[in-house]
């Protein structure tokens, strides 16, 4: 025997359901997200933007531009295939310049690779985050989290 009883009759919430249907949601929300990023034919308007872009002028020696709203401006518009007119909301960077450090790496790629890849490396960190504090139930409380 292992030593460990069943769970008793009625429980509802399991480790192993807690994973399971957790599992569903992040595999719900990765297909989601690859048709958001990977496979629209034209990005959304999303916070991204503000760390693409800034990446994109940082590669081009322009980082201190990106704090400026009406250099930033039209670049998020050419990236949306929309006149500039249509970006009317601030979307700008508000990070600090160090910041740039970890967004550069993703600007090198096209913006729906980039911010595909960027929504699963800020997962998988915040996983990593919560597996450090919670050692015991580490899969169940990541999958839960995320």
């Known amino acids: 025997m292992s030593g460990r009883l069943p769970p008793p009759r009625g429980t509802v919430l399991t480790s192993r359901r807690v994973a399971f249907y957790g599992a569903i949601v992040c595999a719900s929300y990765l297909a989601m997200l690859a048709a958001m990023t990977v ?49 009317e909301t601030f979307l700008g960077w508000v990070n600090p310049p160090h910041f740039l450090f970890a967004v550069v790496p993703f600007s090198w790629l096209p913006f729906g690779w980039a911010w595909f890849l960027w929504a699963v490396a800020t997962a998988l960190l915040m996983a990593i985050a919560i597996r450090s504090v919670f050692p015991e139930a580490a899969t169940p409380a990541c999958i839960l989290a995320l």
């Open 39 to 87: 496979l629209a034919d034209r990005p959304t308007r999303v916070d991204f933007m503000a760390c693409y872009e800034a990446g994109r002028l940082a590669i081009e020696g322009q980082a201190a531009k990106a704090y400026d709203w009406a250099q930033v401006r039209p670049l998020q518009a050419a990236l949306m295939g929309v006149d500039e007119r249509e970006v």
